[in-house]
């Protein structure tokens, strides 16, 4: 193709890429192939000597679309230089000192204090441009709105949504980010509130004191009480060993990131340096770069889900990457599957997004796309291509579908649902074609058809009576467990929890809860609240029939001495049956327990004090105390 031509499509392509990743949260292609096609450019624009004048490697930004108020920065925030070679550190810091941080995966926000108190908050926009999002900002979990400093300061930092925090959205938002730049930029301060965002501080703009060097600054922010973004100071020598421990590390790391961030840390020097058109010269970005591996494509398998969304998911010759093998990626939705032109046999190249999740960098063969279903793999029903915004996904639009239907009551027997062993999805599906379920309750009536089920291929007079065994079991569950196993939009274990404890552990007052009602709880939002009202109004009878069969475990706090700790637990139990019934006693002392070790960790419990464990490591650079069960239960049993 014409080496121009190439050019003006790059641009455009870039620049729509652009827009609706920065305006509208969709990513139209991969992070890797923006890089990869902003490195095209780049060498295109350095052989012809041309630079078209819409070219996104001059502009910093897009315009802003929304409805809340724009702000003008006083000082432009420009975009980072960015590199993936380490070498290019070495060289850009020469004999001077450098700071390391990670680049977090959030939305930039830049903070102003007057007389100690926060009077606004914009967020970064384009770049010239941003959104005032002031009364959004108050609500952020750890963001102090009033220091003691009665100078006016500036600050920027990166508002953010840990990936622990955002494990209840994770069924209806796609990644940490989208959903922490939609929570910040929400019209009602209301809704932002409930989503558990958090800033971290990175950068001193403007203040009265005359920092000397940028860790300085940083851990003047830390006294104000910010949580500031952790450095590291390196210079050349140990820049890679440096870059090459952060790396295992952040693997573990609960904030998303895309890198790090290395810039001088004498700030006078820094000054100095001034920026080009488009990058500041004190700073440079450094960008993991991605282990990637070819593979051969053997299939597209569609997935219905609960919902009737059809996901296609690509499947492919097992590799290794970054330590583990891989053999599928979600492809996500139909654009992608369309642009990647994807087809079997295909040669694709692999690669893991922020070093964990599989995806599809290219395909290298393009010999696709494959043909879509043209009705739904599990129940042959009709199916439909919805547009949303700029992406295709599939439907389908069979209200009866089993798979709808599987994947239903597949979650309704999961473990941290109503814990049914032994009722295997593959059984569940014999059971569905067979007729002997048709919704919920009948799981507790399978009993009808004992002499059936025994007389099945794989099932004797011993398993049989295993499964009755382990359904009768699931009569007697706590509360919370139920109303997360109907499998209502968004309503995850924690959200199951703060409704119980809301409503007083009473199931006839959560069936009847208004909208209102349910929004008074910190941790319920609009959506949540809808979903819930209009499940109990449409499903009555299969919960009246549900609770014919199911009693509930009085799940009362008993004590108030745990109250605002906050616990991991990890390895070998033996004092408590299982990390389940260790959990279920530190909430009844009003406790809390979460997956992943952070900041907010006040104790890691493992009988193995002295194990190298993640856990345990990260444990100890929080400086988290490690407790075995009997410390634990002498410290609060008391
Ligand atoms: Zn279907």
Known sequence: MDKLKRMAELVDLLEKANYSYEQKNEELISNFEYDKLYDELVNLEKELNIILSNSVTQKVGEQVASSLQKVAHNLPMLSLNKTKNIDELKNFLGDKMGLLTYKLDGLTIV?????????????????????????????????????????DLVIRGEAI????????????????????????????????????????????????????????????????????????????????????????????????????????????????????????????AFKWKDEVANTTLLDIKWNTSRTGLINPIAIFEKVELEGTTIEKASVH?????????????????????????????????????????????????????????????????????????????????????????????????????????EEFSDIFKLEKYKNQIIAQEGFGERSYQNLIDNINKARNIPLYQFIYALGILQVGVSTAKLICKHFDEDIQKICNASIEELIEIDGVGEVTAKAMVEFFNKYKSIIENLLVEVKFQSYK??????????????????????????????????????????????????????????????????????????????????
């Open 111 to 151: 903070l102003t204090y007057k007389n100690s108190e926060l009077v606004q908050a914009v967020t970064r926009g384009n770049g010239q441009i941003g959104e005032d999002v002031t009364l959004n900002a108050r609500t952020f979990k750890n963001l102090p709105i009033k220091i003691d400093y009665a100078k």
């Open 333 to 437: 939705n139909i654009s992608i599957l369309e642009n990647l032109q994807l087809g079997k046999g295909d040669t694709i190249s692999v690669y893991k997004a922020n070093m964990i999740i599989p995806q599809i960098a290219e395909n290298l063969t393009r010999t696709g796309p494959i043909n879509l279903p043209r009705t739904c793999p599990v129940c042959d029903g009709d199916v439909v291509i919805r547009q949303e915004n700029n992406t295709k996904h599939l439907y389908c639009i069979n209200p009866n579908c089993s798979a709808k239907k599987l994947e239903s009551f597949a979650h309704f027997v999961s473990r941290n649902a109503m814990n049914i062993e032994d009722l295997s999805k593959k059984t569940l599906e014999k059971f569905l074609a067979l007729g002997y379920l």
């Open 557 to 638: 706090k008993v004590s108030d001495k745990l109250t605002k700790l906050t616990f991991v637990i990890t390895g070998e139990l033996s004092h408590f049956a299982n990390r389940k019934a260790l959990q279920q006693y530190i909430e009844q002392q009003g406790g809390k327990v979460t997956a992943t070790i952070s900041k907010n960790t006040n104790y890691l419990i493992n009988n193995d004090i002295n194990s190298t464990s993640s856990k345990n490591k990260k444990a100890k650079q929080l400086e988290i105390p490690i407790l075995t069960e009997e410390m634990f239960l002498e410290m609060f049993s008391g």
């Open 161 to 284: 949504i840990t990936y622990s925090d955002f494990e209840k959205f994770s069924d209806a938002y796609k990644n940490p980010r989208n959903f922490c730049s939609g929570s910040v930029r929400q019209l009602d301060p209301k809704v932002t509130a409930k989503r558990d965002v958090r800033l971290i501080a990175f950068a001193v703009v403007e203040s009265d004191e005359t920092f000397i060097t940028r860790s300085e600054s940083l851990d003047f922010l830390d006294k104000l009480g910010f949580s500031v973004v952790s450095y590291k100071i390196v210079d050349k020598d140990i820049v890679e060993e440096t870059i090459q421990q952060i790396s295992t590390q952040v693997k573990e790391s609960d904030c998303a990131t895309d890198g790090l961030v290395l810039s001088f840390n004498d700030l006078q020097y820094s000054k100095t340096l001034g920026a080009t058109s488009k990058f500041p010269k004190d700073s440079i």
